[in-house]
């Protein structure tokens, strides 16, 4: 069966970055610019998207590309006979699988806010109902299943009509319906009164606030949002590199997308600080921004009821490009390893992840006594801890030492792929860099989650949580190095 192909380069560079666009973008990174100074930690985010983020995303394109395959199979297809790189691919497809068991759910509570917004629920009300708002709907598994199964639904239509006329089609307007309605919303915030010391908090470097949070802290913050900012490391962007022809080189493409989803981000902070300093609101991070303070916010706004659908309505398709992107990912592992037709992998798939999106949804409700990480934690910290610390890093790693180790696909090979076609080129003096200081990066970012994710526990719970992270780390290394038994 020939590979599908994209119908242009815009439509490579909408989908991969809609796949790269999601809610962190929204409820992590302008928050984060606040607290760690502002225009300073942009200026450090920015050094170490260049330095790690695009490298490992070049990485992840170049497999998917040289390969025509999704993770399932790219690795068999490019490994020297003998080697174990293969096993690579259970990081990415459980990675896909387990993203999208709690990601469907949380894009059904923006459809399902949209919808309110749209209604005028949440017009003039008090922040006791509000607040109270998204606690009902958390406690309501039925309300919460509907909207899961109803994003699941439209997300899987996309897909069945294919990748030019189903996926690139609608990633486009909604993608350009996205920018657009940022830069109105951003507009908007600007007009507000007392905006104006919002824009001062994000944008201007506040080195005290750096000193404050501590160097160390800050420059680990840029480096880490930098690194997950990009959905790489689980061949969710690496199914795109497949579909994707020669005519550009990659890294060139990987620039522009690493573009757009930075402005998405920056756009996010116009939008959200200048309000909550209009209404004297501090910005939190995390669902309790989107959900409480911010329809706190538009409760209290001239058009509020205008303003919050409109936000609703692009968180909904920052959510939905995301999970239509991932989405194809488990399609294409079907169509890849069973040799499926788009149609039957479309309705499998569908079932598959409507049914494993259930333990999340019912873990803020009648599974609300599971609490997997501890007190206080549920279902989704769980999953979204197995994917955000454990996946995406050990995944990343993987397709950087398989791109430059003579027992993987080797550097030559991946420089050959990366250059091909116009545009910008790959520097070949690249090779020690990204042999070794980008994986000592990535470990840093792995083993420096666990230990921060754990330390507040007692020492011998930290000590086992750090034991298996190294146990995980030890069976990337082991894929790298390793070769069956009797094979040169």
Known sequence: MEREKFGSRLGFILVSAGCAIGLGNVWKFPYMCGVYGGAAFILIYLAFLVLLGIPVLVCEFAVGRGSRRSVAAAFERLEPKGSCWHWMKGIGIVGCYMLLMFYTMVGGWMMYYCYRSIKGDFAGVSTEVVSGAFSDMLGNPGLMTFWTVLICVIGFLVCLFGLKNGIEKVSKVMMTALLLIMVVLAGHSFTLEGADAGIRFYLVPDFNKMLEQGIGNVVFGA?????????????????????????????????????????????????????????????????????????????????????????????????????????????????????????????????????????????????????????????????DFIVSNNLLPLGSLGYVLFCTRKNGWGWDSFLQEVNAGKGISFPKGLKWYVSWCIPAAIIVIYLKGYYDMFRKGSTLRLACWMAVAVLLLGFVITCAVARKPGKN
Request: hydrophobic share 55%.
């Open 223 to 383: 480096l880490s949002q930098s690194f997950f900012t990009l959905s790489i490391g689980i061949g969710a962007m690496l199914i795109f590199g497949s579909y994707q022809t020669k005519e550009q080189s990659l890294t060139g493409e990987a620039l522009s997308i690493t573009v757009l989803d930075t402005f998405v981000a920056l756009m996010a902070g116009f939008i959200i600080i200048p309000a909550c300093f209009s209404f004297g609101i501090e910005p939190g991070a995390g669902p309790s921004l989107v959900f409480i303070t911010l329809p706190n916010i538009f409760a209290q706004m001239s058009g509020g009821r205008f303003w919050g659908a409109l936000f609703f309505l692009f968180l909904t398709f920052a959510a939905l490009t995301t999970i239509i992107a991932v989405f194809e990912n488990l399609i294409s592992f079907d169509m890849d390893l069973f040799h499926w037709s788009r149609k039957k992998s479309v309705v499998v798939s569908a079932v598959a992840i409507m049914v494993l999106s259930m333990p999340c949804v019912l873990g803020f409700n009648v599974l609300s006594g599971i609490q997997p990480l501890g007190s206080g934690t549920n279902i989704m910290d769980l999953e």
